[in-house]
């Protein structure tokens, strides 16, 4: 069995942050291990670990191989890398780790813990202070996406139908698309083809675009119209889309041909929510409105099991990106739920106030759950122990969606008033 690897505190400096970043793109490439990442780049074993090792600055052409083997964007890592060497060569670069979280922060990762670590000084005002994405024309209410492969971009969708991708670090709309939807209700980036962006809306239709100069690339029947539509990007699997809608099966798409793969067998007659598990190949929660909540085999479209409990307008799932067979549910009406995805039974109950519209894991930071409940807050918690962690302040509405960065040292949030608040990933404790 392999030694894991060593804990990291991306506050202890620029090389753990770039180290743990590497680390969360290998999970999001689903693991590999180092051995099968030597054999598909020639680079040993041994150097691409040591890459994510946090010590010092890895050789360029290591970082490459390791990108490359876990699909990454060569390009951008290569200017991150840069980015790093140069502020290796300054004594200071103007941001320096708290002397509690160089303390503490690594022993509390160890013990598995769930710590949300500064990672960069706020530049001004309270540390919980967000900064806000304001659309010329606000029209809300906003879905978001955060990309993979892009590191400073954020993808929102309005009522008006028009979808802004923002430079999250200049805070300015660096491309706008109009998708002629009358109502967008969703947008996705595509995990494993970096220019893909899909929209869905009331009409069923799910239109997909290069998000890169805004040019539209296929428009796919989706579920049909009838109802709120809901997709998911396979993570595993390129060119897979899965969309449902009330009433109608949840379909299978290639996106690249535009033809249908299959659909479920017996999904819920109104689904409300889907989340693949980045953790286990072939594996989809689908969401009823009342229950159930089902867990998928994709290969074969059949159900494998539902989850041991009784359901109340199912509103959101998510799969912790970090800990097998964790999977959490929230409800409008009832408490927020983490299960065993493996055998469908309850595990314990989040301390969320009775009712949320989103959830989110931070993918670096194990069992760190974010919720939006209906008071306008976002709150973060424990997912280990469902006790809650600390609270955002956010609008006088709820939040429609919530979303971690890839690197989750950012955390977005969109409010009906066609606002997006960012809050800077720093110590909750």
Known sequence: MPRPERPLNPADGPLAEFAAALRALRVAAGSPKYSTMATRTGRSSTALSDAAGGRHLPKWPTVEAYVQACDGDV???????????????????????????????????????????VVRKAASGH????????????????????????????ATADAAGVVRIW????????????????????????PLNR??????GPDGLIRLWDHTDGSPLRTLPGAGPGGKAVLAFDPHNRDVLVAGVAGRPVTFWDIGTGLRIRVLS???????????????????????????????DTSNGKPVRELDGSFRQ??????DPLTRNTVVTGEAGAATRVWDSSDGRPVR???????????????????????APRDGTVQIFDASTGLHVHTLIGGADPADTIAYDRNGVLLAAAYADGRVRLWPIRDFR
């Open 266 to 296: 017996g999904p819920p007659a109104a689904v409300t929510a889907l989340a693949f598990d980045p953790l286990t190949r072939n594996t989809l929660a689908v969401a009823g409105r009342d229950g159930p909540v089902t867990v998928f």
């Open 195 to 200: 220019q893909v962006l899909a929209t869905t």
């Open 127 to 154: 540390p919980d202070e967000p900064r806000l994405l304001t659309p010329r024309h606000p029209s809300g209410p906003v879905s978001l996406s955060f990309p993979r492969f892009f590191g400073d971009r954020l």
């Open 314 to 319: 199912v509103t959101a799932l998510a799969f």
């Open 75 to 117: 390009a951008e890592w290569r200017r991150r890398w840069e980015r790093l060497r140069a502020e290796l060569g300054e004594q200071d670069a103007g941001w320096r780790p708290s002397r509690r979280a160089v303390i503490a922060g690594g022993a509390v990762l160890a013990a598995g813990a769930v710590t949300l670590l």
């Open 167 to 190: 430079d999250t670090a200049a805070g300015e709309v660096a491309r706008t698309i109009d998708t002629g939807d009358p109502q967008p209700t969703l947008v996705a980036f595509d």
């Open 349 to 371: 109950p989040v301390r969320t106030p009775r009712g949320v519209s989103s959830l989110a894991f931070n993918p670096l930071i194990r069992n760190s759950l974010a919720a």
